[in-house]
């Protein structure tokens, strides 16, 4: 891996944050506002520095190319196997509008999945990693709508878990962090990703009720069995309603970097499309999400949880602190100005090399031929920032599948002195020396 940079070392040391590294499943949307980019950009800073490991992006959006601009993303930032999933109940996918970033990023930049049929189904997935994952042991950060989990909440038993889904979120994880509502003062009208609010609609257009949305949140809010926090519209854009300390402003020190960095572009093409090429600068509401999901409270935030959210059929957010429902809000801590500069801090990093390292081949391989399930242990990969995302399976010297937890259901290739062969497949899509199973 690449030494980090004078600036990286002092906000690593100086900062309070947890030092237990979290396991991050991001749920996204990345479209038109590029802080999904920031976000991500961030994550993948997080990670290199030995704070967090991305086991899955999820994308919520509705465009064909939301799903391949995250791939382009992790590929950037020499990650190319992190698993990407996409969401697949809209009745129909469409192109995105050249105005969104997304669609620069799938034709300008190399990934590693050639189209959004190949991104894997978003709700399986969720249900695959927590399945094998530790009990209370991954962090969900949900910056964009709600499609994914709520569809996973409404899961039933499957292949890879016989719990439905209500009952694997509360077995599997410890924390959901999502960016939405409002929450000055413990209450507020929401602004988007919950839904908006019919209050709002005089305010700008995109702010006004979007019922599916919220009746999605509106379920989350009442059945998510885990502890959720909410950052609000106002931690990152603290104008509305004169939210404490402003607005978090970050993206100008991006014009730093390379002109074909992919976080450069991805804000140049938001802001050019506007009509904007000097300032692309904009408020940092997800990152604020994000920040607090990995790093918690620190200095910059203050978290009141133990409550109860309620979030109305008009958009109005309320919490109630004498109810225990472990829900709760972040507000801001610290003045708008320090916490944007440590936000751009970990935007602005350099990508990690590639780490050649091969991580442990997988151990203990136990298969049942009555249930068609394979299993085994985790393996391990002890470089610093870097993970293991997957298992590859082999048959007949070809891949013929990838799992995303140490369990696999297979039918027809069980059959009596069939040879598997299992390596385990770090972020950086290196795989470990091979495993061998023969059934019997």
């Known amino acids: 891996m690449k030494l980090l940079s ?7 040391s100086t900062c309070t944050f947890s030092a237990a590294q979290k396991k991050v499943i991001l749920d996204t949307d990345p479209s038109a ?11 993948h800073y997080m990670a290199t520095i030995g704070e967090c490991e991305i086991l899955a992006v999820i994308n919520s959006t509705h465009y064909k190319q939301s799903s391949l601009s995250i791939s382009a993303i992790n ?17 129909k996918k469409i192109e995105a509008p050249e105005t969104n970033y997304d669609y620069h990023l799938a034709r300008v930049y190399p990934r590693n999945i050639h189209s959004w049929k190949e991104a894997l189904d978003g709700v399986s997935l969720y249900r695959e990693i927590l399945a094998s994952a530790e009990d209370s042991s991954i962090t969900v950060v949900i910056i964009g709508t709600m499609h994914n989990f709520y569809d996973l909440l409404q899961s039933e038993g499957d292949k890879f ?9 509360e077995k599997k994880v410890a924390q959901v962090v999502t960016m939405g509502g409002n929450f000055i003062d413990g209450q507020g009208y929401d602004r988007t990703n919950w839904g908006g609010s019919d209050l709002l609609c005089e305010y700008t257009d995109w702010s006004c009720l979007n019922q599916e949305r919220n009746e999605m949140c509106r379920y989350v809010i009442e059945h998510c069995p885990s502890p959720f926090v909410a950052s609000g519209w106002e931690v990152g854009c603290g104008d509305y309603y004169n939210a404490n300390f402003g607005n ?28 904007e090429t000097e300032d692309i600068s904009r408020h940092s509401n997800d990152q604020c999400a994000l920040h607090y999901a990995i790093r918690g409270e620190s200095n910059n935030y203050i978290a009141y949880t133990n409550g109860k959210i309620t979030l109305s059929e008009s958009g109005v957010c309320n919490w109630d602190e004498s109810l225990n429902n472990q829900q709760g809000f972040i507000q801001k801590n ?15 990093m350099t990508p990690a090399e590639v780490d050649m390292t091969p991580p442990a081949k997988p151990t203990n391989l136990v298969v049942d031929t009555t249930s068609g399930k394979i299993s085994w242990e985790a393996s391990i990969d002890k470089t610093k920032g870097s993970w293991v ?45 091979s495993s061998w199973l023969t059934v019997e």
């Open 161 to 169: 878990s016989e719990l439905d889904g209500v009952q694997l979120v």
């Open 389 to 433: 995302v997957g298992y590859n399976f082999y048959l007949d010297d070809k891949l013929f599948t990838t799992a995303y937890g140490t369990q696999l259901v297979l039918q027809d290739e069980l059959q009596p002195g069939v040879e598997l062969e299992l390596r385990a497949l770090n972020s950086a899509e290196i795989e470990s020396e």
């Open 33 to 43: 506002d590029p802080d999904d980019v920031g976000c991500m950009a961030m994550l």
């Open 334 to 348: 610290r003045h708008k100005d320090s916490i944007a500069s440590e936000i751009e801090e970990l935007m602005m």
């Open 248 to 275: 978090v402003m970050t993206g100008q020190s991006l014009r730093k970097l390379d002109t074909t960095h992919i976080l450069r572009r991805s804000y140049e093409y938001h802001f050019v499309t506007r009509g």
């Open 6 to 12: 004078l600036s990286a070392i002092i906000i690593f």
């Open 75 to 91: 590929t950037f930032y020499n990650r190319k196997a992190i698993p990407v999933g996409d969401y697949k109940g809209y009745s």
